[in-house]
């Protein structure tokens, strides 16, 4: 009897292992078939994360390829606007040209070309991409110029008994090259112009009613800034005779005669003092490129900066502070500053790299990376922001540098183009790289469910029959047990 019941008890532990198995089985397709992954071997699996590693980081590069194309899209846009006012501008100097029009007619042309200009200073200021400007060269970079006296580059001796070439000098900022002069009036009641230009336009300095005479010292001064330039008259002047004389004198000098060469002017610049150190002067991305002075007066309330056109100012306290002024530019004051003692001019240079450079990386290692740059194109990088239309003859100076401005930027804007080709292309590359990689992955990993249905549907049959065999063997064993027992 013991050996009857011992063998009906193991055909029943084979039958239960086997329907254990079989519903093992089943519970395993059945995973595969909600998850989508299939059973597969270490090794296999290693490989498939592998691939499936590779493909999101192909995902990621076809998504840095249609964002950097978007980038370029957006300096695309700003150089289209930019362009189209450059042959506005150029059509306003052909017009100032004319001989039709008088120099009254031609300072309304400056007016509309001066605000052309500054549009496209705008527009290159304000053509950004996550707040970051991409047209206006990128940040800003300063540089000191140190102790630094009021003078001119060499000056051309002027006709004899006119002017004293050795004693001119300068106070304030009066930064830049020597453009024209300008003489009216008669002996002992001249009016003088001197029209200076730099990165930030022209600077106008003017004397009235000056009257000549031996060593007598002439001031011109720019009404916006106060900056002076001084001219002395030689020791006996009896070639300034009219208003032609005295202008023949003053362009000669200054080389802005006919084959002359204009004299650059040199602003004084004082060391570091009161409040202010090394390095404490900082330029932000607004800040446009150029050459500036600050400066505080003794017992002043405001710090002052100007770039010899434009006047910045700030109102300040005693001791340590940040000042900001609107165009972007800080000046960071220690506690040692005081409102009674003067800060002179210190004059600071401020430059741009000239571009912005990016690179995206468009395939699954590092060193896969499409470097690109787009160039600076502010007037003054595009060489026009000194130029004007006010004279016939200024007017002819312009119009060669708008078709070379114009010509930059059309240049600018092919080279985009064809990077904006080259991301079209490899996202379009990459599109059909992660769809392979994505199929060799699924060889690996993911189920075929085809096969795991059928496979499911025959460990389920395959269960179920385990299972009514363990039945019937387990309802034998108590009828055999119950008819030995009665």
Known sequence: MATITAGYHSSAEVNRNTLNRNLSKAAGHLESLATGKAQVSAAAKAIGNKLDSISKVLEAAKTNAIQGNAVLSVAQGGLNEIVELLGQAKALATQSISGALDDTARGLLQKEFNALLKQINNIAGQTRWNGVGILDGGLRSVVEAGTVA???SVLVAPPANTLDQTTD???GFAEGTVQSTAVSGSPGAYNV???VVNQAGTQTFAATNFAEGNNVTMTLTNATTGATIAVNCAATPTAITDASSFKVALDTMFGTNSGG???RLVSPSAAFANGMASGSIKAGPSTAAGTYGVSHAANGTTLSLTDGVNVWTENVTAGAQKVLFKNGVSVDLTSSFALATANTMVKFTVSTAGKIDLEFQTAETEKDLLSTSIEEVTTAKLGIGFVSIDTASNAKIAE?????????VNGIMATLQAQKNQLDSTASN??????NT?????????????????DFTVSSILGQISNAMVVQTMQQHRELVRLAQS
């Not at 060669?400 to 930059?408: E, F, G, I, N, R």
């Open 400 to 408: 060669p540098l708008l078709d070379s401005a114009v010509t930059t």
């Open 438 to 454: 994505r199929s060799a992955k699924a060889t690996f990993l993911d189920a075929d469910v085809a096969k795991e249905m059928t």
């Open 150 to 152: 009021g003078s001119t």
């Open 430 to 435: 990459l599109g059909v790289a992660i769809e």
């Open 261 to 263: 060469t204009p004299v």
């Open 193 to 195: 112009t001197v029209k």
């Open 169 to 171: 000098a300068i106070t």
